[in-house]
């Protein structure tokens, strides 16, 4: 079935970590470097050599920004010559001063096409973040589930923490298979629905945007001091994308699914996105932050999935089905030993020039 995928907020699907000799910014750009490229004109006006030299001598603490001080010691560097030594070219949010420029030390890159180098949403990720949402919503709606998630939490010690998740999302996704199936590989429910990578349809456009951890305090939210330069396809954006259920496949399982078809699939995800949105309003607006409360309201209204980068522990767990008292016993066997403060306590949002929350990232719209 072809779906379509439309951004909402800034969307982040991590490709790797641009350092020191991965791109070149300017007052308005990013230039990512191709080193295939670089290297043909570095040969090309005998500095090949030099390059080669200089790089081996850098430090390995350095980070990005840094290829620009080379390339400046042997001629200007205009917008042409940087086009001509990288892969492809990203505005940033807003231009920014050459004192600043510095202040880009590296960038999380977006995943792109190997060919068309377009930024693109993997299915990989869309198929992660609708499991997660129909794992929480049965966690939610099954009371032996519950208890069972509770059970494993009583159980849990910090030396065996990484454990308890596969042992209660285990118990959500393995649906006994019929006995001439039991040999099986992958023998869980989600091995029945097929996702496509999602590939640009129409208005997909992307950008470096500034990020702020912000943490709440008896002051409310206040950001930690450093930024995080991220790649993001921006709001507006379109993708498309086939996703599909194998109904044969299903009825290999005695079990009844979490799902039928797809529109079921995008219902339960919708749920799972309103609760998100519902907690995160509520926890930005007893910080006093209504602006951020009513975006999420916003969000809860329009979206039916969150992924990717910046949707933070609720969105990326089964949190928002626990109860407060289970979220409690999470922080104090994976996290810090605390109390007296709401867990999580932490958000990831895009800043304005004044290191304002702008936006939350990972908001989505899948459409049939």
């Given at each position: 079935m072809r779906c379509t995928l439309k951004?909402?907020?800034?969307?982040?699907?991590?490709?790797?970590?641009?350092?020191?000799?991965?791109?070149?910014?300017?007052?308005?750009?990013?230039?990512?470097?191709?080193m295939e490229k670089l290297a043909r004109v570095l040969k090309g006006k005998g500095l090949f050599d030099s390059f080669i030299r200089w790089s081996?001598?850098?430090?390995?603490d350095r980070t990005g920004g840094v290829l620009r001080n080379f390339l400046d010691m042997y001629g200007p560097v205009n917008d042409e010559f940087l086009k001509a030594i990288s892969e492809r070219q990203?505005?940033?949010?807003?231009?920014?001063?050459?004192?600043?420029?510095?202040n880009i030390t590296n960038i999380l890159e977006h995943m792109t096409d190997c060919v068309s180098r377009l930024q693109i949403i993997p299915g990989s990720s869309i198929k992660g973040a609708i499991r997660n949402a129909l794992i929480s919503n049965r966690v939610?709606?099954?009371q032996n589930l519950l208890r069972h998630t509770q059970q494993e939490l009583r159980r849990a010690r910090r030396s065996d923490?990484?454990?308890?998740?596969?042992?209660?999302?285990?118990?959500?996704?393995?649906?006994?298979?019929h006995r001439e199936a039991?040999?099986?590989?992958?023998?869980?429910?989600?091995?029945?629905?097929?996702i496509s990578d999602a590939y640009p349809k129409e208005n997909v456009k992307a950008a470096i945007l500034p990020a702020r951890v912000f943490s709440l305090s008896r002051y409310g939210l206040e950001p930690k001091p450093f930024t995080i330069?991220?790649?993001?396809?921006?709001?507006?954006?379109?993708?498309?994308?086939?996703?599909?259920?194998?109904?044969?496949?299903?009825?290999?399982?005695?079990?009844?699914?979490?799902?039928?078809?797809v529109s079921d699939i995008l219902s339960e995800s919708q749920r799972h996105t309103e609760a998100i949105a519902q907690e995160d309003s509520a926890f930005v607006y007893g910080a006093r932050m209504p602006r951020m409360a009513a975006h999420f309201d916003e969000m809860g209204q329009k979206a039916n999935l969150r992924l990717g980068w910046g949707g933070g522990w609720l969105s990326t767990s089964i949190g928002v089905s626990l109860l407060r008292e289970d979220r409690e016993q999470v922080r104090q066997v994976f996290y810090q030993r605390r109390q007296g403060v709401p867990f999580p306590k932490h958000r990831r949002f895009v800043v304005d020039s004044a290191i304002r929350p702008e936006a939350s990232f990972g908001w989505a719209r899948i459409s049939i």
């Amino acid at each position: 079935m072809r779906c379509t995928l439309k951004v909402l907020s800034p969307i982040h699907i991590g490709a790797r970590r641009l350092g020191a000799l991965d791109f070149v910014s300017t007052a308005s750009y990013v230039y990512i470097i191709s080193m295939e490229k670089l290297a043909r004109v570095l040969k090309g006006k005998g500095l090949f050599d030099s390059f080669i030299r200089w790089s081996t001598e850098l430090d390995s603490d350095r980070t990005g920004g840094v290829l620009r001080n080379f390339l400046d010691m042997y001629g200007p560097v205009n917008d042409e010559f940087l086009k001509a030594i990288s892969e492809r070219q990203v505005p940033i949010k807003e231009p920014i001063s050459v004192r600043r420029q510095t202040n880009i030390t590296n960038i999380l890159e977006h995943m792109t096409d190997c060919v068309s180098r377009l930024q693109i949403i993997p299915g990989s990720s869309i198929k992660g973040a609708i499991r997660n949402a129909l794992i929480s919503n049965r966690v939610q709606a099954n009371q032996n589930l519950l208890r069972h998630t509770q059970q494993e939490l009583r159980r849990a010690r910090r030396s065996d923490r990484s454990c308890i998740g596969d042992r209660v999302t285990g118990q959500v996704l393995l649906g006994d298979l019929h006995r001439e199936a039991s040999q099986a590989s992958h023998r869980d429910w989600f091995r029945c629905l097929k996702i496509s990578d999602a590939y640009p349809k129409e208005n997909v456009k992307a950008a470096i945007l500034p990020a702020r951890v912000f943490s709440l305090s008896r002051y409310g939210l206040e950001p930690k001091p450093f930024t995080i330069w991220i790649e993001c396809v921006l709001p507006g954006s379109v993708f498309e994308f086939d996703m599909s259920v194998d109904k044969d496949c299903l009825k290999l399982f005695k079990e009844n699914p979490p799902f039928s078809d797809v529109s079921d699939i995008l219902s339960e995800s919708q749920r799972h996105t309103e609760a998100i949105a519902q907690e995160d309003s509520a926890f930005v607006y007893g910080a006093r932050m209504p602006r951020m409360a009513a975006h999420f309201d916003e969000m809860g209204q329009k979206a039916n999935l969150r992924l990717g980068w910046g949707g933070g522990w609720l969105s990326t767990s089964i949190g928002v089905s626990l109860l407060r008292e289970d979220r409690e016993q999470v922080r104090q066997v994976f996290y810090q030993r605390r109390q007296g403060v709401p867990f999580p306590k932490h958000r990831r949002f895009v800043v304005d020039s004044a290191i304002r929350p702008e936006a939350s990232f990972g908001w989505a719209r899948i459409s049939i």
